[in-house]
């Protein structure tokens, strides 16, 4: 029997990707629960890391923090084990990506802290509960991602461009979205920027740095959100002797409910 | 000729600090500028501080975190110095106040990592602004901050009850003080409870914990908002053997405005 993970909640995703039995991307999965990235790191890279999401909220809004040595991500997914939870992970020596595997038992170490940080799924959810369409969702690809010319603001050994993902919308659309997205700021929040790519260094709105070009039509603009993938640049960038991120699309499940996260 | 400092600049106020021309409480300088409050411990406690204020923001909402050694508060005020440009400090060793001095100059160390902190003039400001009366200011008493029976979220080796303000209030005037204050999520935000005190673990209204006893009228509601004291008391109860805050009321003038904390 087929178990139709649409329906699921974030409790059995987690306890499918630790049995080993999902290990696929997790769009479209435990629909309304919070799927999140994760950025792990070394204790001694954890200050900085946090000090630069706590800087650049919009692009890094931290959902948890685990106690160095931890797995478990107490405050968003009881009885979670961040080793095991996710469908798929990427190991990084250096900056440069050396393995791809689905659990990371045999990586673990007592020194290691993971941030836990909102996806842009949440605000997707509620884009398209509001009647707002979402472009890459009706064409069935990646969402658009661009690396922009606006700096984050740096932190410690971080740094790097803010990168943002892009959802074409209708003017009216898009003063819908800003108004739904607002009340999501541990989710990327309102969008960072309307209209012109030019304006934010983007020089050709079809060629993507990351995830696949969407169709912008007559009378739409196309809107940018930050984009949870600017932290994991930021920690490639800076090449920590060992990291670890969930594979692009392979998200963790939490507890939380996408409506926790409206609000201040 | 006096100055008069209501009208002063953040940047005027912090050089009269400097020049040691003004070691007096900062209620009502600089108004429309964000008052903070400061927290400054060694760089091997600051991950663990970092994260108790990530975990618990509507009592530590952090405006900014200084690089290790750095005196420079940069994101929220240029050319500003940690160590002379606050009216006068508290200097904690081991959880013990050991002196009060007007700068910190012979303190300062190049581990030091400087907390500041949104603070709650910012939003009693726009509450007067909105026709929403604050008691204590028409009293001309300090605030009255009680502590609650409501944990924070602990982090490391930080941890401590919510400490609350409390300002009475009339039911329409809290559901509008409610809506204003929702607007400053990184000075408090929203209130955490109205009514009940002992719904809170606070036995006697009239007894606070810290600051001034206020009157509470027929028909007002005691309305009550996460407290910058909780930070404070949690290094307290922390015990580092070294640590600097700003001496209560006597708070560090950035170059914001009250109105750049508002939104997300």
Not at 18 to 32: F, I
Not at 226 to 238: L, N
Request: with cysteine; net charge negative; charged share 20%.
């Amino acid at each position: 029997m087929l178990l139709d993970f649409s329906t699921a909640t974030g409790e059995q995703v987690r306890a499918a990707c630790r049995a080993g039995v999902y290990t696929s991307p997790t769009p479209g999965l435990a629909l309304g629960y919070v799927q999140a990235n994760l950025v792990i790191l070394p204790r001694d890279w954890a200050f900085d890391f946090l000090l630069f999401c706590q800087r650049n909220p919009k692009p890094c809004p931290v959902l948890d923090v685990t106690e160095p040595g931890s797995p478990e991500a107490k405050l968003v997914a009881s009885d979670s084990d961040l080793r095991t939870d996710l469908p798929a992970y990427r190991v990084w020596r250096n900056g440069e990506l050396v393995e791809e595997p689905t659990d990371i038992n045999s990586h673990w170490r007592d020194d290691l802290v993971s941030f836990v940080i909102g996806c842009s799924f949440t605000f997707e959810n509620a884009l398209m509960a509001a009647g707002v369409p979402v472009r890459h969702i009706e064409q069935n690809v990646n969402v658009p991602m661009y690396r922009t010319n606006i700096n984050c603001k740096p932190a410690g050994r971080f740094n790097g461009p803010l990168v943002v993902s892009m959802r074409p919308l209708l003017p009216a659309q898009a003063v819908k979205a800003t108004q739904v997205c607002s009340r999501f700021p541990r989710a990327h929040g309102a969008p960072v920027h309307i209209g012109n790519p030019e304006a934010i260094g983007i020089r050709d709105i079809s060629k993507p740095d990351f995830g696949d070009a969407v169709e912008v039509r007559a009378g739409e603009l196309p809107v940018f959100w930050a984009c949870g993938v600017t932290p994991q640049a930021a920690v490639m960038s800076a090449k920590p002797p060992f990291a670890i991120t969930h594979k692009p699309g392979h998200m963790f499940l939490t507890d939380l409910k996408d409506t926790d996260l409206e609000g201040e």
